[in-house]
């Protein structure tokens, strides 16, 4: 009976065990559905509260602030150095770029494109530009020389014309700078237009012009001795013309060919040819060589540093003879 009994008295538990439990859960299950939806259709409501809290401040540090902007940072305007309070991206910096300390030299491979046409302007075409250039200014010292009779390593041969001068050895360059006229120009202001017919060899340095005696004084008293100049080309006005000179021991087997009174420095010279215009190698003693004959008392075409080109025709070959054209170069 015991056994019965206690079995009879645990029955209602297990009834009144599952009837209010289920009425309890499904309360509660209402309860939470009901703050649930009453949770998410609030305004700014829902699960995720905090993460879209965040994304509109990282969105206004992003994009709102000017200086953190890669459009700001990439602007021509601004400057290259990051603000304390941001660094620019890998891609705003490429595109800022970094300046030179001159601010004249590229910073770029695409920034030097500009510089290319600038050089042909200077020089007329790139082929034809030797050290000497125009357009630019050089900087160097002026000495001074005793011209004798004024010949000198560009084998013009004597002259009475004391306003010359003799060029440096890397600014000679292979006698291109022979017949060249050149403004010289003291630091006192001082200025001289002299024409190169020698060749300074070392020490004389790069930038370095060895003045005619009469020259130098037109800048300073001799005893000075060495002055800081300035010194660009010129291109003067002249009245003379451009002749032609074979070399002695000249003949159509083998030939040197010089030019002289050219108002503008030479920078090549061609004859022309059976396999047409044919460049002919410079001395240093500022003639052109053709070694086999070829060419020798054919059309000899000139080109100036400027990239003038002119035809001379009609001159045979007579050794050390000074033969006169109409042509000359025209002036810049």
């Not at 042509?327 to 810049?332: D, K, N, T, V, W």
Request: proline share 9%.
């Amino acid at each position: 009976m015991a056994t019965s009994s206690h079995r009879r008295s645990r029955r209602p538990d297990r009834r009144t065990g599952r009837r209010v439990p289920v009425v309890t859960v499904v309360a509660v299950a209402a309860v939470a559905l009901l703050v649930s939806l009453v949770v998410a259709f609030r305004p700014g409501g829902g699960g995720d509260d905090g993460a879209r809290a965040v994304e509109p401040a990282a969105g206004a540090a992003a994009h709102g602030t000017p200086t953190a902007s890669p459009a700001a940072t990439a602007s021509p305007t601004s400057s290259p150095s990051p603000s304390p309070s941001s660094s620019p991206s890998p891609k705003s910096s490429k595109a800022s770029g970094s300046p030179s300390p001159t601010g004249t030299g590229p910073a770029t491979p695409s920034a030097a494109k500009p510089a290319a046409p600038a050089a042909r302007t200077a020089s007329g075409t790139a082929s034809s530009a030797g050290r000497i250039r125009p357009g630019r200014t050089y900087t160097g010292v002026a000495t001074a020389y005793d011209i004798g009779d004024g010949n000198g390593a560009c084998s013009f041969g004597p002259t009475s014309d004391v306003m010359t001068a003799a060029m440096n050895t890397a600014d000679y360059d292979t006698s291109e700078a022979c017949g060249a006229y050149v403004s010289v120009r003291a630091a006192s202001g001082a200025s001289v237009t002299v024409r190169i017919t020698n060749e300074c060899p070392a020490p004389c340095a790069a930038g370095q012009i060895d003045l005619s005696q009469q020259a130098f004084a037109k800048l300073a008293p001799l005893v000075t001795g060495r002055i800081p100049i300035t010194w660009s080309l010129l291109s003067p006005a002249t009245s003379e013309t451009i002749s032609i000179r074979y070399k002695t021991g000249s003949s159509p087997y083998w030939c040197g060919i010089q030019a002289i009174g050219h108002r503008n420095p030479l920078a090549r010279l061609e004859v022309r040819t059976s396999a047409g215009w044919t460049r002919l190698a410079r001395t240093g003693y500022n003639y052109f060589l053709s070694e086999h004959g070829a060419g020798c008392g054919s059309p000899i075409r000139l080109t100036d540093v400027y990239g003038e080109q002119l035809t001379v025709e009609g001159i045979a070959v007579r050794a050390n003879v000074v033969q006169p054209t109409r042509l000359q170069f025209a002036r810049h």
